[in-house]
């Protein structure tokens, strides 16, 4: 069983930085990409941020450009996000998620493992 684990959230007044980290344990898998995901009170889960694994090659949410970072660890299936700039309307449960095959950077339903999430809330 693979499993996902999230940490980093918590609560950040505007303007602030909060960085995420997703590490994957348990039954060991090549994945093609990581990304994260949010989903916000009464809103449906949005696309934040991809990284391949191979080429390292990046995609952003046009809500997050210039503000948000992704990047590998150096451990295997380890992806962080860094966020500066966060707003209000950044605050949500931010998901880390995992898949195996090329599929679409922004579909959710193209990643085959998720974690829990961790809430991310930012302060006006």
């Known amino acids: 069983q693979v499993q996902l684990v999230e940490s980093g959230g918590g609560l950040v007044q505007a303007g602030g930085s909060l960085r995420l980290s997703c590490a994957a344990s348990?039954?060991?898998?090549?994945?093609?990409?990581m990304g994260w995901f949010r989903q916000a009170p009464g809103k449906e889960r949005e696309f934040v941020a991809a990284i391949n694994w191979i080429g390292g090659n990046t995609q952003y949410a046009d809500s997050v450009k210039g503000r948000f970072t992704i990047s590998r660890g150096n451990a295997k299936n380890t992806v962080y996000l860094q966020m500066n700039s966060l707003k209000p309307e950044d605050t949500a449960v931010y998901s880390c998620?995992?898949?195996?095959?090329?599929?679409?950077?922004?579909?959710?339903?193209?990643?085959?493992?998720w974690g829990q999430g961790t809430q991310v809330t930012v302060s006006s």
């Open positions: 998620a995992a898949r195996t095959y090329s599929g679409y950077y922004y579909r959710d339903r193209d990643y085959n493992y």
């Open positions: 348990g039954r060991t898998f090549s994945s093609y990409a």
